[in-house]
C-alpha cells in the first residue's frame, strides 16, 4: 500500500444526502451544493481524521449509485470545478480524498445503454450482460442498476479510464463499490494499469464476507471494507458476548498478515452504532475498538455527534442513516458534543501509536462480558479492558492511571468500572 496510508483516518460521506439534495429522481435542478462541504473540512481535522471518503459524486439518477455519466458531477451537487475546487480545498490542509466508483452496473440513464436498448445492433451492446434469454441482467434483483459485461475489454478500458481521469484531477484514492460481485480478475487487470500513472493511489474494494485476504491477492486492491468486524463489534457488545468479537479478531488477525483492512463501526449502507448497541454505556466501547485494532479507520459522519437513524428495507429506507448536515459546524446539536470528545480522544490516542496501523491482537481475560486484550506489533504494547458488567473487571498490569478511558488502583489490584473501558500503555 502507499505509505500514506499509514497514517490515514477517514471520515465518510455521503454527499447527495450530507447537502439535502432530492435523491427520489425528482428535484435533479442543477445546484453548486459540492463546495458546500469545504466549511467542515476544518471540522474533520478539528476530530482527528485527515481523509475525506466520499459517496457517489457522478452524474445519476437517483441515489447515486445508478450511474449515467462517470465523467461529470451530479448536477444536484454542482459540476467538475465545484469538485476539483473541493479537492484544492482539502489538499491545501494535508486531507486526502477517495471517491466511490461504482463499476459493477449502471442505472438505465447511462448514454451506451440508451445506445444499446435503441439499437439491437449497436457495438454498445457488448458493455452489458444480459441473461440466456436476452435480458439485461439486473444487479441483486433492482431493475434500475444494470450490470456492466466484466468479460468484454472494453468495460476494462471504460472503467480504467475513469478512475485515471479522476486521479489526474487530484483524487487520492478509491473505492470500489461492490467489487465482491465482480470477478477478482477483472481488478487484476484494470489495476495495473491504473498505478502505472498513479503509483500513489490507495484502492479499497467492497467486499462483505469471504476470504478477504484471497480476494485482496487475487484482485490487486489495497484493502477491503472488514464487514465481519463491523458484524462482531456492535453485535458482540449489544449481545453481551465476546467470545463472537474474539473469534472474529483470530481471523482479524490473520488478514492483517496479508493486508491492512478499511474498518469501520458505521457507514452509509447500516444502521448507525448507536442505534445497534441499546446500551448506550457500550457505545463508546465499539469505538475504543476500532481505534485500538489494526486497520484503516474510517468514521461515518454522524458516528462523530452519536446520530441514531434505522436502515429500512423499503423504497427511501437509506435515507434515515443518510441525512442532511447544516451548513456549518457551529450549526450541529451541542448534545453531540460529548461524543465528539470522545472520538478526538480516541484518535488521538490512535495517533500517538502510529504502529496500532498493523497491530495484532491477543487476549487475556475472556468471559461474555468481560474482555481484556493485548495489542502489539511486536515492539510496542497496550491493554485494552472492556467491561459490559455490573461488577469490576479485574486487569492485570500495573500500567496505571490508564492513557484513556476509567479504572481504580486497590489492595486488590487494577480494575475497570462497570460497564466502562480503559486502555493501558
Known sequence: ??????HVIWWHVYPLGFVGADVTGVDRRPTH???MLVPWLDYLLELGANGLALGPVFTSRTHGYDTTDYLEVDPRL???ADLEYLLAEAHSRGIRVMLDGVFNHVGREFGPLVT??????APENAL??????????AFEGHDALVTLNHADPAVADLVAGVMTYWLDRGVDAWRLDAAYALPAEFWAGVLPRVRDRHPEVYVM????HGDYAEFVAASGVDAVTQYELWQAIWHGLAEANFFELDWTLTRHNAFLG???????VGNHDVTRLASQIP????????????LTLGGTPAIYYGDERGLQAVKEERAGGDDAIRPAYPESPADLDPAGAATFVLHQELIGLRRRHPWLHTATSRPLTLTNTGYVFEVTDGSHRLVVALNLSDEALPVDTDATPPLAGTADAGPAGVTVPPHGWAIFG
Not at 444499446?116 to 445492433?121: C, E, G, K, N, R
Not at 446500551?279 to 476500532?290: E, F, G, I, K, P
Request: aromatic share 10%.
Open 1 to 6: 500500500m502507499p505509505d500514506w496510508t499509514e
Open 33 to 35: 451544493r459540492l463546495r
Open 78 to 80: 454542482g459540476d467538475t
Open 116 to 121: 444499446a436498448l435503441a439499437d439491437p445492433a
Open 128 to 137: 452489458f450482460r444480459r441473461t440466456p434469454t436476452g435480458d439485461l441482467v
Open 205 to 208: 474494494g467492497e467486499v462483505l
Open 258 to 264: 496479508a493486508f491492512v483492512p478499511y474498518t469501520f
Open 279 to 290: 446500551d448506550a454505556r457500550h457505545q463508546a466501547h465499539a469505538l475504543v475498538l476500532l
